[in-house]
């Protein structure tokens, strides 16, 4: 036998006698005592035998594997079983190319246009989910932009097909929505509800100040009073909201006031805040202005510990992924409101990411396209003896083509999140044995 080669070990905070041990691989996460470490390390090199019953519980863990074990191989033979899955179908269109939004770092802000999706185009996503129905289990839509809302009627149409003909074949449905916010009106919402819209995201960056400079309207009038008394008035009947804070080094205390926000104003917990890199895709923004993965990592890990209570941390913890997103899967498209197809939603617009068009050739792939669906991060010499593949698997298919950083911000912050899940975790075992006692 011999050891994982994603394996983590780090101290314990809580007990200077143990520490956390992680595998990235199998996601297994665990206490382990030092005295039974230091034996682990001498078995690893040959220098001392284990007892079975511990051996079984690493590799149970997968700490421990068989010597035939290839893991690199596993995880490459996950990643095509992933990427050319025939049972899901999943889709985002941008029902338009129009926006009423002018925002500072938009990467779009070069393809922003009055077009709207015809009915040609409509017709032709409703036979291509007709051909995929057969074969698929689940069928996911992802309303996008421009801004969506200003399509709202194609939405509504297309949606009433999509949950026709899923339902007609025994096929599960969902569809998500990333909007402004700005014409969430009750009306929309349930209209949305209605074509099974079931998660919106929904961005403001921080301070009114701060957020109707980066985001406003177009003639430059503010937009965050009329976002959040969206989110007020819709509070009893909108499905869960993700709210982004898109960050850089010009609004650094947006998280702070937000979940403060959130709080006053009786959004809590219906509204989950995170915070998003603000990168310089497509020559958007000002670089200087722009955290490293680094950076922003910090800034990161520094306002999940700040929200306390108010954020369950265990929804950090690193997870055990195939691929990385659908721009390196066969499964997923972008449909462009002209009907242009892409791989990634950030390249709606960019002619050469241009993969063919769903009213003439579908099925054309260029240079672009397979620079997304043939990379293999199994074979990068830059990320085949990483650590951390299992759970970034190469990272963002974008940022690669566009030269950036693409590794994790668990790089960075790793020790540090599995520190304050484990303390999440053992406290909330001690409150479930008092909780226990008291019940005795």
Not at 76 to 95: E, H, K
Not at 354 to 359: P, Q, R, V, W, Y
Request: charged share 30%.
């Amino acid at each position: 036998m011999k050891q994982s080669n994603y394996n983590f070990f780090y101290p314990y905070k809580e007990d200077e006698t143990k520490l956390i041990a992680y595998n990235s691989f199998s996601n297994a996460l665990a206490l382990i005592e030092k005295e039974k470490h230091l034996k682990f390390v001498k078995f690893c090199n040959d220098e001392a035998d284990l007892d079975e019953e511990f051996k079984e519980q690493l590799r149970q863990g997968a700490f421990l594997i068989d010597d035939d074990v290839n893991e690199l191989e596993l995880l490459r033979q996950g990643m095509l079983v992933s990427r050319y899955s025939t049972d899901y179908f999943g889709v985002t269109i941008a029902p338009t190319l129009d926006c009423n939004f002018r925002c500072i770092y938009c990467y779009e802000k070069d393809s922003i246009k009055q077009c709207y999706m015809d009915s040609d185009t409509q017709d032709r996503i409703v036979e291509l989910l007709k051909k995929k129905v057969k074969t698929i289990r689940q069928f996911s839509v992802t309303w996008y932009g421009g801004e969506p809302l200003m399509a709202l009627d194609v939405i509504e149409n297309l949606s009433k097909q999509f949950i026709e003909i899923c339902k007609e074949n025994d096929v599960e449905y969902n569809a998500g929505m990333i909007t402004n916010g700005y014409l969430l009106t009750r009306s929309s919402v349930e209209k949305l509800n209605e074509a099974n819209v079931s998660f919106y995201q929904v961005t403001i960056d921080g301070k009114p100040e701060d957020h109707n400079i980066r985001r406003p309207l177009v003639g430059g009038k503010p937009t965050f009073d009329r976002i959040m008394q969206n989110l007020k008035d819709n509070i009893d009947i909108i499905p869960q909201v993700s709210l982004r804070m898109n960050i850089d080094k010009n609004n650094l205390e947006s998280g702070a006031f937000i979940v403060d926000y959130l709080r006053e104003n009786g959004l809590d917990g219906k509204v989950a805040p995170y915070l998003a890199n603000t990168t310089n895709s497509n020559d958007s923004y000002d670089s200087p202005s722009c955290m490293s993965t680094e950076e922003f990592s910090d800034v990161d890990f520094k306002h999940d510990v700040a929200m306390g209570e108010r954020m369950d941390i265990r929804s950090k913890y690193p997870r055990r992924i195939q691929n990385y997103c659908g721009a390196d899967s066969m499964a997923s498209l972008v449909i462009a409101a002209d009907g242009r197809l892409y791989k990634c939603w950030c390249d709606i617009g960019i002619d050469d990411r241009c993969i063919g068009n769903i009213k003439e050739n579908y099925g054309l792939f260029n240079r672009a396209n397979l620079n997304y669906v043939a990379y293999d991060p199994t074979q990068d010499e830059k990320c085949m003896d990483c650590k951390l593949l299992p759970i970034c698997m190469g990272g963002c298919p974008f940022q690669r083509l566009e030269k950036a950083d693409v590794c994790s911000m668990y790089k960075h912050k790793l020790e540090n999140y599995l520190s304050a899940i484990s303390e999440t975790i053992k406290k909330q075992q001690e409150d479930q044995v008092e909780r226990e006692q008291e019940a005795i």
